[in-house]
């Protein structure tokens, strides 16, 4: 059974320029765009999400170009895309039930911020038993800091890929999932 592959928050406040840059951002939007024209040639299924903040919210906001999603993973008229307000995927939307009528497929996770909608979707996904691969190089974070200690945004990823893969998720590489290493 072909995977659904779920891309959450790839969106242009994450990238330089915007609100919020993350560590990484284009090559992450790369490869989660090379695993998106692989899934569109393969005719499995797409779900896009997008985070939508209130106005003052600092990023991401209704209305704005910044919570517009990258135009490199775009979703194509007939693509589902869900909504979403908190990190969580599955908190006020219908992903859950439209994963359902897909047939609960496995699913391929790609997006932004590993350690924010991705980290919470993913968890999210393996409490309701959802089988979870997590494309590590199409996701990206940003630094962080926390009691003084500042953590740059690549390990600020990896920890979280690693403590995902800890969780009950399989991570792998874009290149590992279309047969081909970038």
């Known amino acids: 059974m072909q995977a659904v592959l779920v891309i959450i928050d790839i969106q242009r406040d994450y990238f330089p320029g915007g609100r919020h840059p993350l560590v990484g951002p284009d090559a992450a939007a790369a490869a989660a765009a090379r695993l998106l024209?692989?899934?569109r040639d393969r005719g499995?299924?797409?779900?896009?999400?997008?985070?939508?903040?209130p106005a003052g919210g600092g990023f991401l906001e209704v209305g704005t170009d910044g919570a517009e999603i990258d135009p490199r993973?775009?979703?194509l008229a007939a693509e589902t895309v869900i909504v979403k307000h908190a990190p969580n995927a599955f908190v006020g939307t219908d992903l859950r039930e439209r994963l359902a009528a897909l047939g609960?497929?496995?699913?391929?996770?790609?997006?932004?911020?590993?350690?924010?909608?991705v980290d919470a979707s993913v968890r999210?996904?393996?409490?309701?038993?959802?089988?979870?691969?997590v494309v590590g190089d199409a996701c990206a974070a940003p630094a962080l800091a926390h009691d003084g200690v500042e953590?740059?945004?690549r390990t600020v990823h990896t920890a979280f890929l690693a403590a995902l893969?800890?969780?009950?998720?399989?991570?792998?590489s874009s290149g590992d999932?279309?047969?081909a290493r970038p």
């Open 104 to 117: 609960d497929r496995p699913l391929l996770v790609a997006g932004m911020m590993t350690s924010m909608c």
């Open 177 to 179: 999932v279309v047969g």
């Open 165 to 172: 893969s800890g969780a009950g998720a399989t991570v792998v």
């Open 151 to 153: 953590v740059d945004g």
């Open 73 to 75: 993973v775009a979703p």
């Open 124 to 133: 999210a996904a393996i409490d309701l038993g959802c089988d979870v691969t």
């Open 37 to 39: 024209s692989w899934q």
């Open 44 to 53: 499995a299924p797409v779900i896009h999400v997008r985070h939508e903040s």
